[in-house]
Nanobody
Framework: QVQLVESGGGLVQAGGSLRLSCSAS????????MGWFRQAPGKEREIVAG????????YYGDSVKGRFTISRDNAKNTVYLQMNSLKPEDTAVYVC????????????????????WGQGTQVTVSL
């Protein structure tokens, strides 16, 4: 049974930082592309960042480029999202997802292509 468990969310002031973690079990982690998505109230779920199976390639949504960094540790079955210079508009539930069909070196950006999802962790950025 595949499980993705996020942690690290919380309340932070604008300009602050948070580091999210997503721990995976029940799968061969290094065979999966991974992504971080977020969903704010009344908005569609959007991709924030993605990372290839080996971690050699990354993707960022335009709104987070230069502020967020995605990384992974295949030995620990964990993917991370370092979020710096946070803004109130970053407030959302952040969810990690795993894509089992991605080719080596590739990153999937469409949420419909991801196979497994975590429950999410709330990030709230105050003024």
């Amino acid at each position: 049974q595949v499980q993705l468990v996020e942690s690290g969310g919380g309340l932070v002031q604008a300009g602050g930082s948070l580091r999210l973690s997503c721990s995976a079990s029940g799968l061969t982690f290094s065979n999966y592309g991974m992504g971080w998505f977020r969903q704010a109230p009344g908005k569609e779920r959007e991709i924030v960042a993605g990372i290839s199976r080996s971690g050699g390639n990354t993707y960022y949504g335009d709104s987070v480029k230069g502020r967020f960094t995605i990384s992974r540790d295949n030995a620990k079955n964990t993917v991370y999202l370092q979020m710096n210079s946070l803004k109130p508009e970053d407030t959302a539930v952040y969810v990690c997802a795993a894509d089992r069909r991605t080719l080596s070196g590739s990153i999937t950006t469409g949420r419909q292509n991801y196979d497994y999802w975590g429950q999410g962790t709330q990030v709230t950025v105050s003024l």
